[in-house]
T-cell receptor
Framework: AQSVTQLGSHVSVSEGALVLLRCNYSSSVPPYLFWYVQYPNQGLQLLLKYTTGATLVKGINGFEAEFKKSETSFHLTKPSAHMSDAAEYFCAVGGYTGNQFYFGTGTSLTVIP | DTGVSQNPRHKITKRGQNVTFRCDPISEHNRLYWYRQTLGQGPEFLTYFQNEAQLEKSRLLSDRFSAERPKGSFSTLEIQRTEQGDSAMYLC???????????????FGPGTRLTVL
């Protein structure tokens, strides 16, 4: 079965500091990877995705992620945190039969002024 | 493109009652997905449709759960004889073009929050 592990259910950073949210996946075939953000009482919004090609993927709001097959990782980063980045972040893996997505348990990001 | 919409946004019901949720996908999207999200967890896949065909339903949580997409447009998710454990956020997502070999992006609606008393 496919699985996604997000290390750290809660991450706190100071405004202006580096954001690093970790995601590791288990897969027997090359996956397609996604990061979604969820603000309170809202649905999930796509931040970025990796399907093929360049392993460093840039997304919206200054976020980026790097696919490292050897480490089965897809960590999300942002050089400088903003207060508006406070939200829940989910890593997901997809591309399997039926295009089902498998989500991690999420990381809640707090940005400290 | 108005995005994926879901109604109602909130539903409070008493245990044993039936509830039905509606999802309207992005208009040109062929695929529609239902997920359940409980507190502190990521979304959990339930079922999906390609046009009006329900291609995967083995992940529905019990036979009390059923979904339809009769005309390949909107979809409904019904829970019969609700239980307190059904309390969760129910998310709908849609995606385009199932013929592509790579994963399509799933666009999510705002969800329906169900509370079973």
């Amino acid at each position: 079965a496919q699985s996604v592990t997000q290390l750290g259910s809660h991450v706190s950073v100071s405004e202006g500091a580096l954001v690093l949210l970790r995601c590791n996946y288990s897969s027997s075939v090359p996956p397609y990877l996604f990061w979604y953000v969820q603000y309170p009482n809202q649905g999930l919004q796509l931040l970025l995705k990796y399907t093929t090609g360049a392993t460093l993927v840039k997304g919206i709001n200054g976020f980026e992620a790097e696919f490292k097959k050897s480490e089965t990782s897809f960590h999300l980063t942002k050089p400088s945190a903003h207060m508006s980045d406070a939200a829940e972040y989910f890593c997901a893996v997809g591309g399997y039969t039926g295009n089902q997505f498998y989500f991690g348990t999420g990381t809640s990001l707090t940005v400290i002024p | 493109d108005t995005g994926v919409s879901q109604n109602p946004r909130h539903k409070i019901t008493k245990r044993g009652q039936n509830v039905t949720f509606r999802c309207d996908p992005i208009s040109e999207h062929n695929r529609l997905y239902w997920y359940r999200q409980t507190l502190g967890q990521g979304p959990e896949f339930l079922t999906y449709f390609q046009n009006e065909a329900q291609l995967e339903k083995s992940r529905l949580l019990s036979d009390r759960f059923s979904a339809e997409r009769p005309k390949g447009s909107f979809s409904t998710l019904e829970i019969q004889r609700t239980e307190q454990g059904d309390s969760a956020m129910y998310l709908c997502a849609s995606s385009l073009d199932p013929t592509k070999l790579i994963a399509d992006t799933q666009y999510f609606g705002p969800g329906t929050r169900l509370t079973v008393l």
